[in-house]
């Protein structure tokens, strides 16, 4: 009797825990207005990084250490813009729409099981509109500090975020979308 009482009380301390996680998650995001943050992305094993703002909802602004690259979103379109290419694309036909959509993660992440990550990471994967997502947060900070998703030639793109600073004053013209040259 004694081992069943105990094996009960292990999993109200375990979904205790568990939402707890979620609960400090959700609000970190709800107290999010924008983020900017170093980042490192690998595209099947080629390596890029940079610095980025995100300002919800949607809008991204994204600057390649090499290459004189950016990406950018307003909101409705997404750009790619390097020296020689230019592409642009309409945001919701991207997974950066989900991620970028930080209402929509509160609303996944209250329905989402949580998966712990060497005790240092909290992850949420979000399967949408042919979309798989995998979502990461500290499991100290409850910062979002990275996602998997593939892209839309299914090239698997991990991204990891780092000097994350939140709710910082940004330039009025940041997520506006670049010419083709």
């Known amino acids: 009797m004694f081992k069943y009482i105990f094996i009960f009380i292990f999993f109200i301390l375990l979904s205790n825990t568990q939402a707890s996680n979620k609960e400090k998650i959700i609000e970190k995001l709800q107290n999010t207005k924008n983020l900017n943050f170093n980042f490192e992305q690998n595209i099947n094993g080629k390596i890029e990084g940079g610095?980025?703002?995100i300002q919800y909802p949607k809008k991204i602004?994204?600057?390649y250490i090499?290459?004189?690259k950016i990406l950018v979103s307003n909101g409705k379109s997404f750009v790619v813009k390097t020296e020689s290419s230019f592409y642009r694309y309409p945001l919701e036909k991207t997974p950066l729409n989900l991620i970028l959509d930080?209402?929509?993660l509160i609303k996944k992440i209250h329905n989402l099981r949580e998966k712990i990550l060497d005790e240092s990471y909290i992850n949420f994967t979000i399967i949408e509109d042919n979309n798989e997502i995998h979502i990461f947060f500290d499991n100290k900070t409850f910062n979002l500090i990275?996602?998997?998703t593939k892209d839309i030639y299914q090239n698997i793109n991990v991204t990891y975020?780092?000097?994350?600073?939140?709710n910082k004053q940004i330039e009025k013209n940041l997520f506006k979308?670049?010419?083709?040259n």
Request: proline share 4%; hydrophobic share 25%.
């Open 161 to 166: 975020l780092s000097s994350i600073q939140e």
């Open 146 to 148: 990275g996602w998997q």
């Open 61 to 63: 602004y994204c600057k």
């Open 51 to 53: 610095n980025c703002t």
């Open 102 to 104: 930080k209402d929509f």
């Open 66 to 68: 090499k290459n004189n």
């Open 177 to 180: 979308l670049p010419i083709q």
